[in-house]
Antibody, heavy 123, light 106 residues
């Protein structure tokens, strides 16, 4: 069974740093596009960051320069290093696998999700 | 950035009703449009990808249509387990979600 499990959330003061982990099983992180999506309390989904199979990374403007996505192939794990945290970063953070289409049907969708880990930024 | 606008933001419906949710992109996104269902306290679940392709295991009462900038999610006969929030999402340029549509019990 393909599965993602996030860990690392918690309560952190504004300006602090935190690293989230997302351990994958049943598939290889490095062979897939992998992403982070967050959801503030009582709010909608917000895409945060993505790492491509080749290692290219992209970020939402709201976190650019403060968050870093990475992976450890030996541990089959995705990470999100978050720094200079703000109250507005408070959210449940989900990791997700991206499934890609092919030459017949072009698409790019989040098909496997973790259960999420809560990050609360507050003094 | 591509903006995704869903309507309505919420709706009330009864079991057996036909429900339609629309999603508009701020520019053409080809076939890079997906729909997700989320229940409270749970991770989102992929329902439809590439505008109209049903994800494995998703009931056939769910369907998607549209092209270019205007897309629709339809539930042909609403079931009790379908009361949830639905999000559209584009992956043509970076990734963006719509603001969500909550389907509530009438």
């Amino acid at each position: 069974e393909m599965q993602l499990v996030e860990t690392g959330g918690g309560l952190i003061q504004p300006g602090g740093s935190l690293r989230l982990s997302c351990a994958a099983s049943g598939f290889t992180v490095s062979s897939n596009y992998m992403s982070w999506v967050r959801q503030a309390p009582e709010r909608g989904l917000e895409w945060v960051s993505i790492i491509y199979e080749g290692g290219s990374t992209y970020y939402a403007d709201s976190v650019k320069g403060r968050f870093t996505i990475s992976r450890d192939n030996s541990k089959n794990t995705l990470y999100l290093q978050m720094s200079s945290l703000r109250a507005e970063d408070t959210a449940v953070y989900f990791c997700a696998r991206v499934r890609l289409g092919d030459t017949v049907l072009a698409y790019d969708a989040f098909d496997i999700w973790g259960q999420g880990t809560m990050v609360t930024v507050s003094s | 950035d591509i903006q995704m606008t869903q309507s309505p933001s919420s709706l009330s419906a009864s079991v057996g009703d036909r429900v339609t949710i629309t999603c508009r992109a701020s520019q053409s996104i080809s076939t890079y449009l997906n729909w997700y269902q989320q229940k409270p306290g749970k991770a989102p679940k992929l329902l439809i990808y590439a505008v109209s392709s049903l994800q494995s295991g998703v009931p056939s009462r769910f369907s998607g249509s549209g092209s270019g900038t205007d897309f629709t999610l339809t539930i042909s006969s609403l079931q009790p387990e379908d009361f949830a929030t639905y999000y559209c999402q584009q992956s043509y340029i970076i990734r963006t979600f719509g603001q969500g549509t909550t389907v509530e019990i009438k």
